[in-house]
């Protein structure tokens, strides 16, 4: 029988879901939008069978509906969902990054049709909008499921068979796991790569040549800081308690860290750079960690036209599959340096090989 599925916000996240439910002719997808030119869109492009009118006529012929839009607005359709008439039962999700406050009003829900299972698909792009929603954005990625008190196995089960096109490695977590774990490792890392930059910014009025040397390590670890302010301000703001206690624990560490400078601890340091060295290193030795295993190369390369595409062609046609092409540093008239990254270590040693009988300079970090 044909499901009926209402994704609400057709952005990056809301789009891309769609794009892979809808490879199931057993799947009529409704999109809903509160652009009509981005609901045009996406049912130009097949990205959607039927564009929503109004989102309260179109959830209620549902059997699922996912909630793709910011945390708060979420909270709102949420509210106001429970408030509709449904003459069947009809499971509903999130794509919200902090779980605490949606599972706080899932929990409370009064309408006995609705089934709120919690969602949170850990993949993301630079960039966003409906035009830059990929089917395969969520392959392999870890989508976290936190049902709600009302929600048994099998309506997560339900969900996740009708998020089978996304490939994804379903995890299940309860609110307060998520939204700890994901503000380790997710939400505060974004403030302390905006508080880089702003500390960068400001020692730019002293050194107008500084942005000239923000070389590849600098921009690596600021990268997340380009995302979108507004999205980020409501995610801290729904995770704000928990923002608030990590920023007290890592000034703790700062603290701890300018001692040892200040000390001049030799010994200390070394130790206390090793042990981050070694924690960051086992990140994602498993399959199961949202960082997944690659095994890396570094390749030296001249700054002159074709270059990259020369180590990639020299690589395909040994039948070798790269995951990742990270470029660290290319300056004009010099050696730059590629990071490749291989899902095997058998991969990452025959295309060593293969570089080096083709005159490439390779290392593979111990």
Not at 160 to 188: A, P, R, W, Y
Not at 249 to 255: A, D, R
Not at 331 to 356: P, Y
Request: no cysteine; proline share 2%.
């Amino acid at each position: 029988m044909k499901k009926t599925i209402v994704i609400a916000g057709l952005g990056l996240i809301g789009g891309s879901i769609a794009k892979s439910i809808v490879l199931s002719a057993d799947n009529h997808v409704i999109g809903y939008d509160v652009s009509e030119e981005v609901m045009n869109y996406a049912l130009e492009n097949g990205i959607i069978n039927e564009a929503a009118t109004e989102f309260q006529k179109d959830a209620v012929r549902a059997d699922f509906i996912i909630l793709a839009a910011p945390i708060t607005q979420t909270i709102y359709l949420l509210k106001e969902l429970n408030g509709l008439t449904f003459n069947k039962k009809v499971i509903v999700s999130d794509v919200s990054s902090v779980k605490s406050n949606v599972m706080r009003i899932a929990d409370t829900l009064t309408n006995k049709h609705i089934t709120f299972i919690g969602g949170h698909p850990m993949a993301g792009s630079h960039k966003k909008g409906i035009q830059a929603a990929r089917g395969h954005l969520f392959e392999n990625a870890i989508y976290v499921l936190t049902p709600s008190i009302y929600a048994n196995s099998e309506d997560t089960y339900l969900l996740q068979n009708l998020l089978v096109n996304t490939k994804s490695k379903f995890v299940i977590l309860n609110q307060t796991e998520h939204d700890e774990m994901t503000g380790v490792v997710s939400h505060f890392p974004h403030l302390i790569a905006s508080s880089l930059v702003h500390q960068a910014r400001k020692w730019n009025d002293m050194h107008s040549f500084l942005p000239n040397l923000a070389a590849g390590g600098f921009r690596d670890i600021t990268r997340i800081a380009s995302s979108n302010p507004t999205m980020w301000q409501d995610i801290f703001y729904h995770n704000r308690y928990k923002m608030s206690h990590l920023l007290e624990e890592w000034i703790k560490e700062m603290h701890y860290l300018k001692n040892l400078l200040d000390d001049n601890n030799k010994d200390e340091m070394i130790t206390y750079l090793n042990e981050a060295k070694q924690f960051r290193d086992g990140l994602g030795v498993s399959d199961k960690g949202a960082i997944p295993s690659f095994y890396d190369i570094y390749v030296d390369i001249r700054d002159q036209a074709g270059a990259l595409a020369t180590v990639t062609q020299l690589l395909a046609s040994y039948r070798i599959s790269i995951n990742n092409i990270q470029i660290l540093e290319i300056r004009e008239g010099i050696n730059g340096a590629l990071r490749l990254s291989f899902s095997s270590e058998e991969a990452q040693k025959k295309s060593d090989q293969v570089l080096q009988a083709n005159g490439y300079e390779t290392m593979i970090e111990k």
